[in-house]
Each structure stands twice: as C-alpha cells, then as structure tokens.
C-alpha cells in the first residue's frame, strides 16, 4: 500500500474515533486540514513529474505520421496531407488518411486548460458511427452492455468474449475508412470496462486476461472499477503503458441487485475516504479517473486534488468531464417498464392498457442523472421513434401497404416475356403429368 493511502487512513481513523464528538469535529478537523498542506498531499512518495506518467510512455497507438503527435500545433489537415502524398508519390497507393485519435496527453491537456471532456457508451457498430458525429472524445464500451443491451439482470452477467465481440464492433465504427477525412474531429480514445471476474483473478491470470480484451477488442485502455484492492492490477498494468481509467464511488459490478445503488460518499467520513482512494489510484498509474454518484461537492474536490482528469456520472458539474449511457440519452427502451412508459405515453387520452402494468405512474425507469437529450433536441426519443416504427410496419404488411412497387425491383421486358413463356409450358407440363397420375390411381382403385 501506497505511503499516501496510509496516511490518510491514520485520519480516518481519527475522524471515526471522534465520530461521537459528531460531525462538528470531523468538519472542524477537515477545515484546519484545508488550511495546511493536506496530509496526503504532503506525504506523497514521489513527485507528479518524476511518477509513471503517459507523457513518458508512448503508448502503441500514438504512432502517428510527424506533426500528428498527441500535442502537436501542427493542423491535423496540413500533417495528413504531407503524410499522404508522400506515400502516394512513393507507392503509388491511393491516398489513406490514418485516423488521428483522441490520446491520454490530449485528455490531460484538456483537463489544464479546463475544456470539460465528453466521453460517451457505444456497444455496437451504429452508435459507434455515431460517435463520430460529434467530437465525443472517449468512447466507452461500458458493462451496462450487460443491461442495457443484452437483458442480464447485472454487470456480473457479462461474458468476456461478449464484450470482446462488442469492443470489435465499437472500434469498426469508430475506426471506419470512409470517415477518417481530415475535415472530422479526430476519432475518440477508445476503452472498455474490464468485465466482472478478471480483476478477481490472481495477478497471473488477470494480467494476461486483461491485455486479451485490449488485444482483441482493438481498444486503446480499459476501465477498472474498485478501490485500492484494485491497485496491484492497476500498477502492473499501467507500468508497461496499457491506459487504464481508474473508476470510484458506485460500482455496479460490485452490486447484485438494482436497490444497492445508491448514493456514495454522503458523509464527510465517506468522502475523505473516497478522496483517498482516489490519489491511490492515481498514484498507481490510472491516466483518469471516473467518479460515479457522489455528491457534487464532494466529486469536485476530488477533482480539485488529482492531477488527472476526472470524469463524472451523477457526480454534477465540477469533473473534468462527463459519461452517460447512449440509450440513456437517446431515451431508448432498456428496460421493460421503459417500453411500458413509451406504450402509456402513446396511449394518452384513451384507457390504456400498459398503464395498469406500471407500479407507480411516475415512478422514474431511470437514475437521477440521465437527460433525455433526445427528447429535449428533437421532441421525441429513441424509445418512441422505435416503438412507432415496429408498430407501423406491422399495421402496413397486415394492410398490405408495404411493399409499394418502388420499394421492389423490376425486371427486364424481354426477361419477363420469356420466363412467362417457359412457365406456361411448364405449368402445362405439370397439369399434364398430375392428370396421367390421377387416371392411374382411378385405374388402380378399379383393381382393387
Ligand atoms: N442504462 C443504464 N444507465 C446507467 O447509467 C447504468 C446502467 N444502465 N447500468 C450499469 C450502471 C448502473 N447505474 C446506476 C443505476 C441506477 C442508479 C440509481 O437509480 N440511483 C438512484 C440513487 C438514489 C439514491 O441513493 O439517492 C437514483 O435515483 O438516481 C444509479 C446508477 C449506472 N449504470
Ligand atoms: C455508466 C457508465 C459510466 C459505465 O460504467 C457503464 O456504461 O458501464
């Protein structure tokens, strides 16, 4: 354990020791800290520059042409095209622009000069393209895939080789040819949640496991959710450059039923604590930090303390960055009490039937911190768009309006004429051949 998180574990002690002197002591003990040098800060083993940093390790995917360096002022346009005619006027091959993407040292710089980071779930090859719409600049393949698209009840439900089947998807989307054109924004870093069961693992197994799903899911990182009983993978990880998102406060894979997650860091205790564990981790080398339901206070002095970018969910607004759930903000179906909401929301007015189905008529279907960006950019959702879409198509083919004649293919006039001219001979044929049938069974039924 890390000299910091010691530290720091005497003054929880304490703060619990004179917990029944109540709150007024901790605040009081919290306030003079804030005064002095924290403890932790002031204890720290080594210093920020001389730790293991990215800025150090260049990791594999930062092997960009000359000028296209994570930092680089040179316009990413200008760098693609010398790269390209080079390589034309050398090879003779057609022009390729490598996709410039989104690096560690970007999110960094990012969180100094205070541009908030927006990072974002795909699982598929869709919301992936997607992504690529807007300068999304971290895409995750979060395990609420486990959830929200394949229907398991938790995070814990994933299989490895799913995510690892998604993560592939992701990165097609992401990595697409057609879009890597200098006019896009470059494409986001992409990283994974280490799915339930590897971070279990001894460290002998969970290594290898680990760097599997970075292998084979064509990722950039991984996210790791936990606390200090994390840090050894995370050390061992990040000491031979795999980027790794450190991940604090509510860990769903920690949680086997829906009621467990809740609020984290609520009391003064809890967020020291959290604080705590949050400078282990960065000390151990995680390139950032994702801070999931926690007050907004207590989420922005983290942030406030930890040199690496923090990300938060149900955190406010004082993190470096932001995630959410793309289902989430598209207001899609990822539950089936959201299908019973779309259902009553389309039955307005008259007796609707799925209404009876729901527990409470506004009991929420999803947490506190979701927006339905959809619902406020289009006035409609995901949910509702794809609900009314099943239902029209199956009210056109019942009514036989789906297909009309531009919806099918045509065929060629003499084509045509010929094959009617075939299937006439042949239909004739066919009459012929069950008429001599027929007459042979009658002819049978005599004998008998
Ligand atoms: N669709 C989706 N969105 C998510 O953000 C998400 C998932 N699924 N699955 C994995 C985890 C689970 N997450 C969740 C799920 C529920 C709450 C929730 O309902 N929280 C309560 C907190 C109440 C309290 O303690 O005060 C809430 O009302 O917001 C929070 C995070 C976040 N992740
Ligand atoms: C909710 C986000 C942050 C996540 O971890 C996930 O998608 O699994």
Redesign the pocket.
């Known amino acids: 354990m890390s000299s910091v998180a010691s530290t720091s574990k005497v003054t929880l002690g304490l703060l619990q020791k004179g917990a029944s002197a109540s709150l007024w002591s901790a605040t009081c003990d919290l306030a003079a800290r804030s005064r002095a040098p924290p403890v932790w800060t002031a204890n720290r083993s080594s210093d920020y520059r001389t730790r293991r940093s990215f800025s150090q390790s260049r990791a594999a995917w930062s092997v960009w042409p000359s000028g296209m360096e994570p930092g680089s002022e040179r316009k990413r346009g200008e760098a693609q095209q010398s790269t390209s005619a080079q390589a034309s006027s050398t090879s003779g091959l057609p022009k390729y622009h490598p996709p410039r993407s989104i690096t560690v040292q970007d999110l960094q710089e990012m969180k100094e000069r205070q541009e908030p980071i927006a990072m974002l779930?795909a699982y598929d090859y869709p919301s992936a393209l997607a992504h690529r719409s807007a300068k999304v600049d971290i895409s995750l393949i979060?395990?609420?895939l486990?959830?929200?698209a394949l229907g398991h009840p938790?995070?814990q439900q994933l299989d490895i080789d799913a995510m690892v089947h998604h993560c592939a998807a992701v990165s097609r989307g992401v990595n697409d040819p057609i879009l890597s054109h200098p006019s896009l924004p470059p494409t986001p870093l992409i990283i994974a949640d280490l799915p339930f069961g590897i971070a279990q693992l001894p460290l002998e197994a969970a290594v290898p496991a680990a760097l599997d799903v970075v292998r084979k899911g064509r990722l950039h990182g991984l996210k790791i959710e936990g606390g200090r009983e994390v840090i050894p993978l995370i050390s061992h990880l990040t000491s031979f450059g795999t980027a790794v998102m450190a991940h604090i406060g509510?860990q769903?894979q920690r949680?086997s039923s829906?009621s467990a997650?809740?609020?984290q860091a609520r009391t003064a205790v809890e967020a020291i604590e959290l604080l705590d564990e949050a400078l282990a981790l960065e000390e151990a080398g995680a390139f950032a930090m994702l801070i999931?339901?926690v007050p907004g206070r207590v989420a922005a002095e983290v942030t406030k303390r930890l040199r690496i970018p923090t990300i938060g969910?149900?955190a406010g607004k004082g993190t470096d960055g932001q995630v959410?759930?793309q289902?989430?903000i598209l207001g899609e179906i990822?539950?089936p009490l959201s299908l019973l909401r779309v259902l009553e929301a389309q039955e307005q007015g008259g007796e609707s039937p799925s209404s009876s189905l729901l527990p409470k008529p506004s009991a929420?279907t999803?947490?506190?911190?979701?927006r339905n960006f959809a619902m406020q950019a289009t006035g409609t959702t995901g949910g509702a768009v794809r609900v009314a879409a099943v239902q029209a198509y199956v009210k056109a083919v019942k009514e036989r309006t789906y297909p009309n004649d531009e919806e099918g293919y045509k065929m060629k006039r003499e084509e045509w004429a010929a094959l009617k001219a075939w299937l006439e001979e042949f239909d004739q044929q066919e009459a012929a051949t069950a008429a001599a049938e027929e007459g042979r069974q009658s002819a049978d039924e005599v004998i008998v």
């Not at 999803?366 to 979701?370: A, G, N, Q």
């Open positions: 779930t979060g395990d609420s486990a959830n929200v938790t995070t509510l769903p949680f829906a997650l809740s609020l999931e339901c969910i149900g959410l759930v289902d989430d990822n539950s929420p999803t947490p506190r911190f979701v």
